[in-house]
C-alpha cells in the first residue's frame, strides 16, 4: 500500500515499486521542499501539483483525447 512520509521529508514511499504497466524504472512521484507533489520520468519533472492545488505541466494538457 502507499505510505506518506511526515511533512518535510519529501518522500512519497510505496509498499513495494511504483508500477506502470509493469514496469518501474521510469516514474517518480516526490514531494519537493515547497510541498509540491512532483511526478518525473527518467529523472526529468514532467508535472506538479502545488500545495495551493495548481497544477504545472512540462508540456501541453489535452483535453478530450485518447490517452494511448
Same mark, same amino acid.
Given at each position: 500500500?502507499l505510505?506518506?512520509a511526515?511533512k518535510?521529508?519529501g518522500?512519497?514511499?510505496?509498499a +513495494?515499486?511504483l508500477? *506502470?504497466n509493469?514496469? +518501474?524504472g521510469n516514474?517518480? !512521484?516526490e *514531494?519537493?521542499d515547497d510541498?509540491?507533489? *512532483?511526478?518525473?520520468?527518467a529523472?526529468n519533472? *514532467?508535472f506538479a !501539483?502545488?500545495d495551493?492545488?495548481?497544477v !504545472?505541466?512540462?508540456?501541453? !494538457?489535452t483535453?478530450?483525447g485518447?490517452?494511448?
Open positions: 500500500g505510505k506518506l511526515g518535510g521529508t518522500k512519497v514511499e510505496f +513495494s515499486n508500477q *506502470v509493469g514496469n +518501474s516514474w517518480t !512521484i *514531494v519537493d510541498d509540491h507533489l *512532483v511526478f518525473s520520468y529523472g519533472a *514532467v !501539483i502545488q495551493t492545488g495548481t !504545472i505541466a512540462k508540456d501541453d !494538457i483535453a478530450f485518447t490517452p494511448t
